[in-house]
């Protein structure tokens, strides 16, 4: 099993300076820790789970920018954009550009967005939910089509674009994944199973193997009705249950994950909640990597 971290939180000792040495070092770390992938989150204020909005927040791309010049080899992306938050085109350079800078690291994580607030306060509409998920459509075909050789038109319910020129093209081949982020069954898992390359599904005390494996099944009946092939998307997990990164195998968490690996999962993600994150990142590379690399 792959192993990844989603990064949630920038509220340091030191203040706004230390961010960047901090962020940094976590990339350093991610280094020699072997991580597959290393995220954060795509948010304009920081959740009120996390501290609320008092606490500082990253924009997302140009976070990760900055971390493709402290990685050689981890994945970079957003867990995951909302695609309320930039227009799709822009989106596909945005990744690209990525992409091209970090010699093909790149992944495009892809949501249908629901903070309110965050919207609310900078002025960026918030359609309705059906409206999103829309939108949502309308951004993964577009992503196909910049990424493919017709740079003609798309003409959309939402988005028009003239053209869709996408140069430099990515590294990534065929072209940086997409992961569909969330669990809905008739919608979220439809589009995952039409468009993406990787799903992402919550797991933890209130999601287990039993759980997820309901969801990847609606998942394999949604790639049998498009005809897509199921065995092509990375299935992954982000957790959200108890892990002592210091303690050997993780205070068990290896041994939780190998009964998610069981019904199929290929990935899990983890969360330094508070912290150093190089020094949370350091104790995984340690303690828990090695137990996962044979699951």
Known sequence: MRLGVHLVNVSLPGGPAAIGPALAAAGRAAEQAGLHNLSLMDHYLQLEMAGGAGQPMLEGYTTLGFLAAHTRTAELQLLVTGVTYRRPGLLAKIVTTLDVLSGGRAALGLGAAWYAREHAALGVPFPPLAQRFERLEETLQIMHQMRSDDTGPFTGQHYQLPETLNVP??????????????????????????????????????????????????????????????????????????????????????????RYADVGIEEVHVMPLTGDPAAFIDSLGQNIAPHLTGL
């Open 169 to 258: 093209p990515p590294l990534s081949r065929p072209h940086p994944p997409i992961m569909i982020g969330g669990g809905g069954e008739k919608k979220t898992l439809r589009l995952c199973a039409r468009y993406a390359d990787a799903c992402n599904l919550f797991a933890g005390p209130q999601s287990g193997p039993a759980q997820v494996k309901a969801k990847l099944d609606v998942l394999a009946a949604h790639c049998a009705r498009e005809g897509t092939s199921y065995h092509r998307i990375r299935k992954t997990i982000l957790w959200a249950g108890p892990l002592d990164p210091a303690a050997a195998d993780g205070g068990g968490f290896a041994g939780q994950m190998r």
